[in-house]
């Protein structure tokens, strides 16, 4: 009779180990999401810089009563380019955008936004990358949809563009303001 070597077993075992941790995956609620601590919690603050030219944000910006939006962005961030678009026109039907510049260079940042026009009622600049991480901000972009308070009521990563903004990001937007208009009448 052959005796099996336990080393001719690692092999099988392993990729039995991986295709376990890839249907547990799966079948998460959302697989796409990564959860946020700061739900339900105050937002963290800004960035004390500001872009040059531009109005900065401030902490004040995030407690204004009404829902405002928190966008981490970069000019070299592909996704934050797609995505600007809907900035524009998110912030000409009325709503209250915070942009964050992160890990960019202040030059690249103010060109596009020079360029390529303004969505932010306030910028903050982040070049380190030291605000993001308190908001636990893992790439870019990524939205924060901020209650009347300051309350952290949703994250998302990714641009706003597709149906994963469609199916996730507007109904919790659409819910944070009918929430706020709940409240304030």
Known sequence: MAKISPLMLAPPIIFAAFVGLAAVGMYRDDPEGLPSTLV?????????????????????????????????????????RAEHPKLLQMQAEGMNIIGINFKDTEGAATKYLRDDDNPFAGVGFDPQGRTAIDWGVTAPPETFILGGDGTVLFRFAGPLVGSDYEQRFLPALREAEAAAEAAGG
């Open 40 to 80: 339900g919690q105050p937002a963290p603050g800004v960035p004390d810089r500001a872009l040059a030219d531009f109005p900065p944000a401030t902490a004040d910006m995030l407690a204004t009563g009404d829902v405002t939006l928190v966008n981490f962005w970069a000019s070299w961030c592909p996704p934050c």
